[in-house]
């Protein structure tokens, strides 16, 4: 099957090569599929594209101007990289945050997503809908209401205090309350992609390994954890990126305590009036995450995990 | 005309510049009749529904308002090419006659129609009030409504009134209030606060140990907020009892806890501090201009005309979100309008000597540099 | 294999019962399986062969009865503290493994040193015939037949006293199958070890077993040495189960027997189950159905005409319309019937080469 693939490749490839570029074009375009793609590929490079690339300008741009496109200068790099800026315990926050949250989550999802394949039966629809629900209200709106539940002579607090039991500790405004804050925000963009993953593991595999005599962690281990690791990862990934980008957690939850990168990519572009500066850091976080996405794809081999070879 | 593949590429093609020129979708409005269309860039309040629909309905027109929380976006906006998207800019005062006029992104208006609105104002704003005008005292550029006293907020119940205007900006030097209080995010504002905080006029070129000055307060200060956060944390942190007071505040972010029935909630105006005069106190004062728009709208002049009237005037006074006292309170048929416990709201009994106490918002010349000392000691404060 | 009856029980099943909500898939069964036997659990699907089998290697507990290993009490033994190992009917080989990681996975569990792994991993490569290049193959790259193998070897390799076969050749094309139900065959007289084997087939069954237990609806119904299922089953189901047979039902008239559907009067034996009974079925084998010659007689005959023949190889199956029923009569090639078809022929049978069962 793999020769029979090279040597086509091999037959096809010098002959595509003598077509003449237009002619190639051409033919191209009288493919109807190409011609239906036309409108999508347009709106995914107005809409996707073109502001990237538009940051990618930006942050070339003379800092605090607007002469995009009309002059180069990397100060925005060399301020963000020179040793007295503390713009980098911004980042340190948020991949400290974002490393957290996701083993956080990993850990938290874990037996939800166990149950939810193996043991819920037919209650796991009914779980995967109250974890789901929580979306349909805006980010904020929740965070807001976290925070009521904990702020002083709120509902934790009032209610302990009218059982007499003392007041409740001091939680809200501290990193740990933003941590908390994105573990629950995210829990659901770790939890469906390992229940995906954990799916994916044949009941028989599990059967298999126990009448082996592998004990329950030991199936964990050697079985579950390496045939589920797309989803896992995935979900890693997944939780990891938007827990980097995240921000609503640290202003709400944390009242500032911590300034999170994407705060700073926002105070950069609204109080300071800094585009250029904004876009140099945002080209940073976006090539931190892309580069972070390549290496875990590139080690993350799907057809092999899902056994197609 | 012959329509071949080339022109309509170069069509595209040119489209696509306009796309990437203006990150806003305003380019097609441009090329279309603007009779019954009108965009307003604002602060909140003039984008709610109260204030608009009534304007919608009698014009038919399609009224399209964006609300922004500070003001230089605002300009920056206008400076990235979207004046020929916006009619009307509302921002505060020093930004028309230092900055928007003279960098010709406002055009000035007919002084004979709106100069007699501001007979009808209070006192303060008589014609020619200042910051309408240009430098030149013959143009008038924008239209003056919501204004107000704005330095910091305290729960009078905690630390009274008196207390608070005579130790003024220094409740946020003490050491016992450190943990609380809390800082309201407009970060431009705590930028003026952290100045006088310091003992300094913001509103100079600073030396730089007053830089130096500047910084280790804005550290210091930092350090000691039990939060940061919008008005509705601050309120809710002021009601709930985490904070006493909070820095940068006034009847803008503390009238909607006041309406909410805390009336201990207060904006403070300091008897005296480091500006011009000794004066304690800084206000705002909005202008809204005419955008100097290529294609402006007919609607601009006929809307500011609109909220002139005095049932207008009231509804953006309390439009939904904050509520502000407005100019035209000094047209008794616009101050008739006002309940009891809505001018409470708007620290209407001491709003006069409120005032007198201010000097107005400016421009800070070495505001980039302020900002990025404060942002550097929000980040090490965690 | 030498006489059962001198082996000692290794697994007891004393009235075994498995209920789900209120279906009862395995009812009341008792049975002894012995030392080193081949022991073939047959029946068709929804039986309850899999529920049975699952019981034993510890996948479920059963509802009622009692499961001993030795004579120990086994019923609450989960399946990684047994020494039993079932290879699954989807093989359950694990895809991100290797061929040898597979094999070496039960040693691993135990804690076996790598060097060791591999040396025992080889060994069992052979003796299940995997060439030893396909230790480090990724197992999903395998055709059926290796996959086979390497589920084979890794249950050996957890070295179990009783090794559980659930259907693992029903998804191999015929011939593979013949080959490795003699090398399932051969591998179970080299170990030594008890082997349990489910299959819905009965060819299989016959092929390999020792024993055999027929299962329908979640009752044992007979259990016996391959010889004894195929010339005495207990029913018409066991005897429709072990192969294609002429069925012929008879009621009882004075002191012989009436055809129904089929003229004439026969001589029968009682039905064995139910010497009393006034109706029968008989079972003839088509092997046990034979042409008669002119002049030739046997116990019972019918008139008939043949309408098809089939070659099954050395035999030939000749399908005969007698009425409106299809009689089977099968030949060895070398007794062909010549100008076999439209041939008006006469059939015959003796009662000794005939069952009686209940109707």
Not at chain 2, 128 to 152: H, I, N, V
Not at chain 2, 316 to 329: D, H, I, K, L, S
Not at chain 3, 229 to 238: G, K, L, S, T
């Amino acid at each position: 099957m793999s020769n029979a693939m090279t040597e086509t490749t091999l037959a096809g490839a010098p002959e595509a090569a003598r077509a003449p570029l237009s002619a190639r074009f051409a033919a191209l375009w009288a493919a109807a599929g190409v011609r239906c793609a036309v409108p999508v590929v347009v709106l995914l490079a107005a809409g996707f594209l073109a502001p990237l690339i538009a940051i990618f300008a930006y942050s070339f741009a003379p800092p605090r101007s607007f002469d995009v496109f009309r002059a180069f200068s990397l100060a925005n790099y060399a301020e963000l990289f020179s040793p007295d800026n503390t713009v980098w315990l911004s980042f340190a926050w948020s991949i400290g945050f974002a490393l957290v949250t996701c083993a956080l989550l990993a850990v938290i999802s874990y037996p939800i997503a166990y149950g939810m394949v193996f043991l819920f039966g037919r209650w796991s629809s009914l779980v995967s809908v109250l974890f789901v629900f929580p979306l349909f209200v805006s980010e904020n709106v929740r965070l807001y209401g976290w925070v009521l539940f904990f702020i002083k002579n709120g509902v934790l607090d009032g209610s302990l205090k009218w059982l007499g039991l003392g007041g409740a500790p001091e939680v809200l405004y501290t990193p740990g309350a933003i941590l908390a804050g994105m573990v629950y925000t995210y829990l659901p963009f770790m939890l469906f992609p390992l229940t995906l993953g954990l799916s994916m593991v044949p009941r028989d595999l599990i059967d298999a390994a126990r009448d082996l005599g592998a004990n329950r962690f030991q199936i964990w281990r050697e079985v579950e954890v390496p045939l589920a690791m797309p989803g896992i990862l995935i979900g890693m990934l997944l939780t990891f990126v938007l827990a980097i980008g995240a921000v609503s957690e640290a202003k709400i939850l944390g009242g500032q305590s911590v300034i999170v990168i994407s705060h700073d990519i926002e105070i950069a572009f609204t109080y300071a009036q800094n585009w250029p500066l904004g876009s140099a850091l945002a080209v940073l976080v976006t090539a931190f995450i892309g580069a972070l996405t390549l290496a875990v794809f590139a080690r993350l081999d799907l057809d092999r995990l899902l056994g197609r070879r | 005309m012959t329509m071949n593949r080339r022109s309509v590429l170069k069509g595209m093609a040119a489209g696509g510049l306009a796309l990437a020129a203006s990150p806003f979708a305003g380019a097609r409005s441009a090329f279309a009749a603007r009779e019954k269309d009108l965009n307003i860039l604002c602060w909140e309040g003039y984008n709610s529904a109260q204030v608009l629909d009534p304007f919608r309905k009698a014009h038919g027109a399609t009224v399209k308002a964006e609300s922004l929380t500070n003001d230089p976006t605002m300009i920056n906006r206008l400076r990235a090419g979207e004046t020929n998207v916006w009619d009307l800019i509302n921002v505060n005062n020093p930004w028309a006659r230092k900055v928007m006029y003279p960098e010709k992104l406002i055009r000035p208006l007919p002084r004979e129609t709106f100069e007699p609105y501001f007979d009808k104002m209070l006192p303060q704003f008589k014609p020619p009030y200042k910051w309408a005008m240009d430098d030149s005292g013959t143009e008038l550029l924008g239209m003056c409504q919501r204004f107000g006293p704005y330095s910091f907020v305290v729960n009078t119940k905690k630390i009274d009134r008196k207390t608070a205007e005579d130790v003024g900006w220094d409740l946020f030097n003490d050491p016992k209030l450190a943990g609380r209080y809390g800082i309201l995010e407009s970060d431009d504002w705590n930028v003026f606060g952290l100045f006088v905080v310091a003992g300094i006029d913001p509103f100079k070129k600073h030396t730089p140990d007053e830089m130096a000055k500047f910084e280790e307060t804005a550290k210091r200060v930092f350090k000691g907020a039990k939060l940061i956060g919008d008005i509705a944390a601050m309120n809710q942190a002021l009601i709930s009892g985490e904070i006493d007071l909070h820095l940068t505040g006034g009847t803008y972010s503390v009238s909607p806890a006041r309406a909410d029935g805390y009336p201990e909630m207060r904006g403070i105006t300091p008897l005296r501090g480091p500006m011009a005069g000794g004066k304690g106190g800084i206000a705002w004062i909005e202008v809204t201009s005419l955008v100097n728009n290529p294609q402006l709208s007919p609607l601009a002049e006929t809307f500011l005309k609109y909220v002139q009237q005095p049932e207008v005037a009231h509804t953006v006074a309390f439009a939904e979100g904050t509520y502000n006292p407005v100019t035209q309170m000094g047209n008794p048929d616009c101050f008739k309008l006002f309940t009891k416990t809505e001018l409470e709201a708007i620290q209407w009994d001491s709003l006069e000597e409120d005032m007198a106490r201010c000097v107005e918002y400016d421009i800070v010349p070495d505001y980039d540099q302020a900002l990025d000392i404060m942002t550097a000691a929000k980040r090490v404060r965690g | 294999m030498t006489d059962i009856k001198d082996k000692k029980p290794i697994l007891q099943l004393v009235g075994v019962r498995k209920t789900f909500n209120d279906f009862a898939a395995v009812e009341k069964i008792d049975l002894d399986i012995f030392e080193g036997e081949f022991f073939t659990i047959v029946g068709p699907s929804g039986s309850g062969k899999t529920t049975m089998l699952r019981m034993l290697a510890g996948m479920e507990a059963p509802s009622e009865g009692n499961i001993t290993l030795h004579g120990e009490r086994i019923n609450d033994v989960p399946a990684n503290k047994r020494p039993t190992c079932l290879v699954f009917q989807s093989l359950a080989l694990f895809p991100h493994m290797s061929v040898g990681q597979n094999i070496e996975f039960p040693l691993k569990i135990k804690g076996v040193d790598a060097a060791t792994r591999k040396a025992r991993a080889l060994e069992l490569m052979a003796i299940v015939r995997l060439p030893a290049s396909y230790y480090g193959k990724n197992v999903m790259k395998c055709s059926g037949g290796e996959r086979q193998r390497v589920a084979l070897a890794r249950a050996l390799a957890y070295d179990p006293e009783v090794l559980f076969f659930d259907e693992p050749l029903s998804a191999i094309d015929y011939k593979l199958k013949k080959i490795l139900e003699k090398e399932l065959k051969d591998l179970h007289r080299e170990t030594g070890k008890t082997f349990i084997y489910i299959t819905h087939s009965l060819e299989e069954a016959m092929v390999m077993s020792d024993r055999i237990g027929v299962m329908r609806a979640g009752r044992l119904i007979q259990v016996g040495t391959p010889e004894e299922i195929y010339a005495a089953p207990v029913d018409r189901f066991v005897s429709e189960f072990v192969g294609e047979v002429n069925v012929i039902e008879l009621k009882r008239e004075g002191e012989g027997w009436r055809g129904v559907n089929l003229p004439g009067a026969f001589r029968a034996a009682p039905p064995k189950d139910a010497p009393q009974a006034d109706s029968t079925f008989v079972v003839v084998r088509p092997e046990f159905m034979r042409f008669l010659n002119d002049g030739e007689e046997a116990d019972n005959t019918l008139e008939g005409v043949v309408y098809n023949e089939y070659s099954l190889g050395s035999r030939i199956q000749y399908q005969v319309r007698v009425g409106d029923k299809v009689m089977l009569v099968e030949l060895s090639r070398s007794n062909a019937l010549p100008a076999a078809a439209n041939r008006n022929v006469r059939l015959g049978w003796d009662v000794r080469d005939a069952i009686s069962v209940k109707a």
